[in-house]
């Protein structure tokens, strides 16, 4: 099977996994994923890392870390959320490590306009690393269902189409993540 320039030939997940199996239709299926996948991943990537330079090296991290590790994929979500699920650990741990290697300039040496906006982004960088680690320790599934909705802004049908759970359930899952990461937040 040829994968058509329009993409117009749809795999399911089960029939990529068998053809990745499959050294012959291996590259085949790894260009699939990437071509249905890379866009929306892009985008959940660059609301983290803020710039294209950085998602462009990010995304391509998530790609080869999944790659490598695809055939492991148990199935027990969808391909897409798995690839999501490393996206957002990738974009997050390249936040941590660059925040690591960021100075911040002392009040007395900054005049009183740069002062406040270090201020800005001192509270700024410490809120984001606080929901960093509070999505961290989410269970995987607050944790899809919270990424999903919060970056992505996925309506829960289109969540429950992905995930095969119900509305109620998701709405639930989220509601509980919500209120894990307000509390580690606010601590």
């Keep these: ?7 117009t ?15 012959s239709s291996k590259e085949q299926a790894y260009k699939y994923i990437m071509n249905t996948h890379q866009e929306r991943i892009y985008w959940v990537i660059r609301k983290i890392v803020m710039t294209h330079e950085d998602t462009d090296d990010v995304i391509q991290n998530t790609f080869i870390k999944a ?7 148990e199935g027990r979500s969808s391909i897409y959320v798995w690839l999501h699920r490393i996206a957002i650990n990738e974009a997050i741990s390249f936040k941590n490590k660059n925040s690591k290697h960021t100075r911040i300039i002392p009040i007395d ?20 690393q606080k929901l960093e680690k509070a999505i961290e320790v989410l269970p995987e599934k607050q944790k899809a269902v919270f990424l999903m909705r919060y970056y992505e802004e996925m309506p829960y049908e289109q969540m429950s189409q992905k995930l ?24």
């Design 1 to 7: 099977m040829a994968l058509p320039k329009n993409n």
């Design 9 to 23: 030939l749809f795999y399911s997940d089960e029939e990529l996994l068998q053809m990745i199996k499959v050294s």
């Design 67 to 73: 790659f490598r590790s695809i055939e492991n994929f």
């Design 109 to 128: 040496q900054a005049n009183a306009e740069s002062s406040a906006s270090s201020y800005d982004t001192e509270d700024s960088e410490l809120i984001i």
């Design 164 to 187: 095969s759970t119900s509305v109620g359930a998701l709405k639930a899952s989220y509601h509980h993540a919500i209120k894990k990461i307000e509390e580690m937040i606010t601590r």
